[in-house]
């Protein structure tokens, strides 16, 4: 990955080597060997990935403050085949660590109130933070699989990108939730609003380097996305895997 052309993937794999170093990625381990991961974090408790792989997280303070504040950990299922695809999803959740705690910590605007009826509070803020977090691991695989330089290669089109999001929305199995977005998905009227309240939420997401002009383009793309919201053409998704 660190040699890969494809800058998505050559980026992300540099900054999981410095984190590894750093002590703040723990370790990347299969699922036959995750317990060597307790070595370098005793109070991890590794789950084996039942397919694909898994990235897990413990803070070491409360709340967080920085990137620093928290350490994680990759495993992949014994096995497994698309070693660089699936590592780069789980380094994106890695890299997005604080940015997703942020989300849970901040209001989640609900286009119909009663959609959280009965629900503990916090439930919204949760959701729109492990969606994002899914939306954002998918583009990044995205981005390096197919080799996109923002600013230099073609971006999909218009409403694309929207589309990808209001797809893996529609499907909260994939995200975690069993309680909020069901009740939203049943009223197909309102799925695209829902997605579009939510989507602002992806600015402040680690997909490049931020310094890198890599960066700079695709944020402004990723702006325009956001910006069109439920106006977004109907269009095929792309942009996600």
């Known amino acids: 990955m660190l040699e890969d052309p494809r800058p998505a993937y050559a980026q992300a794999a540099r900054c999981a080597v410095d984190a590894i170093e750093a002590g703040t990625l723990v370790a990347l381990q299969s699922s036959g060997t995750r317990y060597w991961i307790c070595l370098r974090e005793p109070r991890a408790r590794p ?12 803070y070491r303070s409360w709340p967080p403050r920085s990137d620093q504040d928290i350490t994680g950990w990759i495993v992949v299922q ?50 729109r933070a492990r969606l994002l977090d899914e939306i954002a691991a998918r583009h990044l695989a995205w981005l390096a699989q197919e080799g996109r ?66 960066a700079v383009h695709h944020a402004q793309w990723l702006d325009g996305e956001i910006e069109l919201g ?12």
Not at 49 to 54: K, L, P, R
């Open 47 to 58: 789950a084996a990935a039942a397919v694909g792989a898994i990235f897990q997280c413990l």
């Open 78 to 127: 014994d096995g497994y085949a698309s070693g660089a695809l699936v590592l780069v999803h789980e380094i994106g959740h890695f890299l997005n660590r604080l940015v997703v705690w942020q989300r849970t910590q901040q209001a989640a605007d609900l286009v119909e109130p009663w959609i959280a009826q009965g629900l503990e509070e916090g439930v919204a803020r949760t959701v």
């Open 149 to 214: 330089v923002p600013g230099v290669t073609a971006m999909p089109e218009p409403g694309a990108m929207f589309a990808c999001a209001v797809k893996i929305a529609s499907y909260p199995e994939v995200y975690g939730d069993t309680v909020l977005m069901p009740r939203v998905i049943a009223r197909a009227d309102l799925l695209r609003a829902q997605v579009a309240a939510w989507m602002p939420g992806l600015r402040g997401f680690r997909f490049f380097d931020p310094s890198s002009k890599e």
């Open 230 to 241: 439920v106006r977004a053409p109907l269009v095929a998704p792309e942009g996600t895997l």
